[in-house]
């Protein structure tokens, strides 16, 4: 089998593999682990088993450390031949289906439904809508207080750092998502700083699902992925022409389990911690909040 997986890769057209891939669009903490993780049980769909970090950013053209970009925010040029069936080659070798077997290791290669999600594709629409054509997106929102305060957290933990050796960034090392504009964070609070991301993050996702036509994508929040997990996957399921299978509806019919990346057990009102700091910056999240609840996005009581 091991000479016969590198054979069927060596013989196959990448770019004709995919079938209406399925990406998952949020800001950073917003849940979308938990998303990926409970519709990874879909018999349907192949995985690469996490997150595509070390897939698109070992490519230096699209690594902000190298210099060669200023931050996450990837546009159709970006993905310009040959990067673009790099990327396909890259995400194909690693696909891996819900028990975990690799794709090339189980079958002849056939095209294959892909689910894909990263925070840092909050920026990369135009560039993924370039590498995968006939994608299928799923924006998930959540709650900005509860958002802000699992980003405040992660940059905190230090366990989130995405650019550890910024040139030009002045403050602790820097996490999770790397917008446009980050060097006028430099002086600004933690709080500041993650208002910032938050608000770019769904901002260019509301611009940039705006040059799509409207059946290529679908949104969601978080609350109603914790609160009614059957009813909102099968509504996603059917939206990405996806099958529910037994396994997956036994999944859904208990509570969520935690995802992989959660810090602390969940609480509606764990935000309180830092309160004070997330009162100060939602007011210029005001604007965004209110495109958001044009797709169904509220805060929580």
């Known amino acids: 089998m091991q000479t016969d997986q590198p054979r069927a890769a060596e013989l196959l057209n990448f770019s004709s593999l995919f079938d209406r891939p399925v ?37 230096p053209a699209l690594n ?42 189980l079958r002849q ?8 999600k990263t925070p840092k594709n909050a920026l990369r629409l135009p560039f993924l809508n370039q590498v995968f054509p006939d994608a299928l997106y799923i924006f998930l929102f959540r709650d900005v207080r509860s958002n802000l305060s699992s980003m405040m ?34 002086g600004k609070t933690l709080a500041e700083i993650c208002a910032f991301q938050w608000r770019v993050a769904n901002w260019t996702i509301l611009h940039d699902l705006r040059e799509l036509p409207r059946d290529r ?21 059917a939206f990405a022409d996806l099958k529910v299978d037994a396994r997956l509806r036994s999944r859904l019919a208990e509570p969520l389990p935690l995802s992989r990346l959660t810090q602390t057990q969940p609480a509606a009102d764990k935000w309180r911690k830092n309160e004070t700091e997330i009162s100060a910056v939602l007011p210029e999240l005001a604007a965004v909040e209110a495109e958001l609840s044009k797709l169904g996005y509220q805060r929580q009581s």
């Open 23 to 59: 990406i998952i669009l949020a800001a950073p903490r917003s849940g979308s682990t938990l998303l990926f993780e409970t519709l990874a049980e879909c018999a349907d769909l192949w995985t690469i088993g996490g997150e595509s970090h070390q897939i698109i950013e070992s490519i």
């Open 109 to 116: 290669p056939s095209r294959l439904r892909f689910l894909e």
């Open 64 to 105: 902000p450390a190298s210099g060669k970009v200023d931050s996450n925010r990837l546009d159709a040029g970006n993905a310009a031949p040959p990067v673009d069936e790099m990327i396909r080659r890259r995400f194909a070798r690693l696909l891996r289906d819900r028990d975990g077997q690799e794709f090339f290791r």
């Open 153 to 186: 957290e992660a940059w905190r933990s230090s366990g989130w750092k995405t650019y550890p050796r910024l040139a030009g960034w002045q403050g602790p090392p820097w996490s999770l998502l790397l917008p446009p504009g980050w060097q006028q964070m430099n």
């Open 217 to 237: 994508w679908t949104s969601l929040s978080y609350e109603s992925l914790l609160n009614e997990p059957s009813s909102t996957i099968e509504q996603l399921c």
